[in-house]
């Protein structure tokens, strides 16, 4: 399992804290992993992760087959007309396969569909509880595919057909999953902001204020340095090395393509998870309010699942 660069998982079989000095390190330990700092460093780690997933889905065209129900049917799984497609198939066959292996008990893991889960095949780990209760709660990978199916593939995939179905759905279900980890990590930047001015947070929260929060938690300044990042990133990973001989440079994504697509989808997806993780921060510890029992249930479920394991 991926371990968490802030909050690397503490297995639960170490013994307690026999001593003053054990404490203290498991609290440095907490605070390191909970430092803007370090968890912006995680975010600048996953850009490279997304951008190279981009450049290796734009080798094909938009393949629409792919993403049409029942277009490409799969015997066993799905016949013609069926209402899903053969992306929801595979990235539904994956998150079983990882799903087994705990991907989806590490805090910094969303699946797809939480709700298909399978029980574990491993023992469980016990995490450090970086994260408030309400973490079980929060997930907005629907909107993430949405995002990615509307507007994020046909800024990066030429329109055609060129029948790499299997590669397309392949490089899809690598670029959501970067997309929706990186997204997710939203959560620790909430609770990092969420601890370093608690006052303020806790009263726009108990206002469900949320345009406030969102105000509140926005920082322009480093917002601007990402875009600009990423942009390099995408010109160095993505030049075509084979072109330039006649004066033009070409990239296999748009570098100002990837800096649009984290200014008007990845940043604000991220804040949208900020906001929703901050509205229920100081909910009781049954993490999360009735109505988002579904997705509560679920992560909580798998860890059920772990502990029965
Ligand atoms: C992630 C953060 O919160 C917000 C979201 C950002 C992003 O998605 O890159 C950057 C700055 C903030 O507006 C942060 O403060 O680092």
Redesign the pocket.
């Given at each position: 399992m991926p371990v968490v660069a802030t909050a690397a998982p503490v297995h639960s079989s170490s013994p307690p804290a026999a001593s003053d000095a054990a404490a203290a390190e498991a609290e440095a330990d907490l605070s390191s992993a909970l430092s803007?700092a370090n968890?912006?460093q995680t975010?600048i780690r996953l850009e490279d992760t997304i951008i190279f997933s981009l450049i290796e889905r734009a080798q094909f065209a938009r393949n629409e087959p792919v993403y049409e129900a029942g277009a490409i049917p799969v015997p066993g799984f799905h016949a013609t007309g069926s209402r899903y497609s053969l992306l929801e198939y595979l990235l539904r066959e994956i998150e079983q396969v990882h799903g087994r292996i705990r991907r989806y008990t590490s805090p910094d893991e969303y699946a797809f569909f939480p709700e298909d889960l399978p029980a574990l095949v491993l023992p469980p780990i016990t995490y450090e509880q970086v994260l408030a209760p309400c973490s079980t709660v929060v997930n907005i990978n629907t909107a993430i595919l949405d995002m990615y199916l509307q507007d994020l593939l046909p800024e990066i995939s030429v329109p055609g057909d060129d029948h790499n179905y299997g590669s397309s759905a392949m490089n899809d279900v690598t670029a959501l999953q970067a997309l929706s980890k990186r997204i997710h990590y939203?959560m620790f930047?909430a609770e990092a902001?969420f601890r370093k001015q608690t006052e303020q947070y806790s009263e726009l929260i108990r206002r469900q204020d949320s345009a406030a929060i969102l105000d509140l938690?926005?920082?322009?300044a480093?917002?601007l340095k990402?875009i600009e990042r990423v942009r390099l990133k995408a010109a160095t990973f993505g030049v075509d090395l084979s072109s330039g001989g006649d004066g033009c440079t070409s990239y296999r994504v748009q570098p100002e393509v990837v800096a649009q697509l984290?200014e008007k989808w990845?940043?604000p997806l991220?804040?949208e998870v900020?906001v929703q993780y901050l509205l229920r921060r100081l909910d009781a510890e049954s993490g999360g309010s009735s109505s988002d029992g579904a997705a509560a249930a679920s992560k909580a479920q798998q860890r059920q699942h772990s502990a029965a394991a």
């Open positions: 803007l968890i912006r975010l939203g930047v902001k938690l926005t920082d322009r480093v917002e990402v984290y990845i940043m991220t804040k900020e």
